[in-house]
C-alpha cells in the first residue's frame, strides 16, 4: 500500500542555516506529493506541491522536487528563519485511493536565532 | 472566503460519553475527509464523504465511530462510549474536488 517514510526529528537549527528534511514514499500508482506544515495549536497548512515527476514546488523559501527514480520528495530551505519552527509532514495523494492523503509521522524543526 | 472551521477546538468527555465534532466545509466544497492525530504521530486517514454519502470509510473503527455530511449543515465525526485511546487532535479537510485539501483547526478530544 502507499505509505510515506519521513526523516525523524527533531531538527535543531541556527537561524540562517540550510535545512534538508527527508521524505521517501511507497506507491502504486503516480501519487501528487505534499509537504504540509503545522504551528503550534494550529491546523496543517500547505507548504508546497508537485503532480509529477521532476515538478519542483517552491513557497516562501522552501523547495522539493519530486524523484520518481528515488521515490524521495526532500524538502530544502536555503537560509532558516525562527518563524519556521514548527512540525513539517510530507504526504501524498493517489487518484486510486480517492484522493486521501497519506502522511510521514513528522518532523519538529526548531530554529534558535 | 471563510477556511474551514471545526468546533469545538477543545473538548473534554469522561470515559463511557459522547463526543460530537463538527466540520463546515469551506464554501463551493462538497468533498471532506477526515483525519485523526494521535499524539507524536502524523495525520491517519479516517473516512470520506461527500454530501449526503460515505465514499471511503476504511480508516475508521468498526464500532463507536461514525460519520455523516447532510445535505444542509456541517459534517458530524461521532465518538460513541469514549475511551482514554481516543484522546487526539481530529482534523477535517475539505476539497473542491479529490484534489488539494485544506485542513481545519482541529478539534483537540481529551477523554478524562
Known amino acids: 500500500g502507499d505509505s510515506v517514510t519521513q526523516m525523524e526529528g527533531p531538527v535543531t537549527l541556527s537561524e540562517e542555516a540550510f535545512l534538508t528534511i527527508n521524505c521517501t514514499y511507497t506507491?502504486?500508482?503516480?501519487?501528487?506529493l505534499f509537504w504540509y506544515v503545522q504551528y503550534p495549536g494550529e491546523g496543517l497548512q500547505l507548504l508546497l506541491k508537485?503532480?509529477?515527476?521532476?515538478d519542483k514546488g517552491s513557497n516562501k523559501g522552501f523547495e522539493a522536487t519530486y524523484r520518481k527514480e528515488t521515490t524521495s520528495f526532500h524538502l530544502e530551505k536555503g537560509s532558516v528563519q525562527v518563524s519556521d519552527s514548527a512540525v513539517y509532514f510530507c504526504?501524498?495523494?493517489?487518484?486510486?485511493?480517492?484522493?486521501?492523503?497519506?502522511f510521514g509521522r513528522g518532523t519538529q524543526l526548531t530554529v534558535w536565532p | 472566503n471563510a477556511g474551514v472551521m471545526q468546533n469545538p477546538r477543545h473538548l473534554v468527555r469522561r470515559r463511557g460519553q459522547e463526543a460530537r465534532l463538527r466540520c463546515s466545509p469551506m464554501?463551493?466544497?462538497?468533498?471532506v475527509y477526515w483525519y485523526r492525530q494521535l499524539p507524536e504521530e502524523g495525520l491517519k486517514f479516517m473516512v470520506y464523504?461527500?454530501?449526503?454519502?460515505?465514499?471511503?470509510e476504511s480508516g475508521m473503527p468498526k464500532e463507536r465511530f461514525s460519520a455523516e455530511f447532510p445535505k444542509e449543515g456541517p459534517s458530524i465525526l461521532r465518538i460513541q462510549q469514549v475511551v482514554r485511546g481516543d484522546s487526539a487532535a481530529y482534523f477535517c479537510?475539505?476539497?473542491?474536488?479529490?484534489?488539494?485539501?485544506?485542513f481545519g483547526p482541529g478539534t483537540r478530544l481529551t477523554v478524562l
Open positions: 479537510a475539505s476539497s473542491p474536488a479529490r484534489d488539494e485539501q485544506f
Open positions: 506507491a502504486t500508482g503516480y501519487p501528487s
Open positions: 508537485a503532480t509529477k515527476a521532476d
Open positions: 504526504a501524498l495523494s493517489d487518484r486510486s485511493t480517492l484522493g486521501r492523503l497519506y
Open positions: 464554501k463551493g466544497h462538497s468533498h
Open positions: 464523504l461527500q454530501k449526503e454519502n460515505i465514499i471511503d
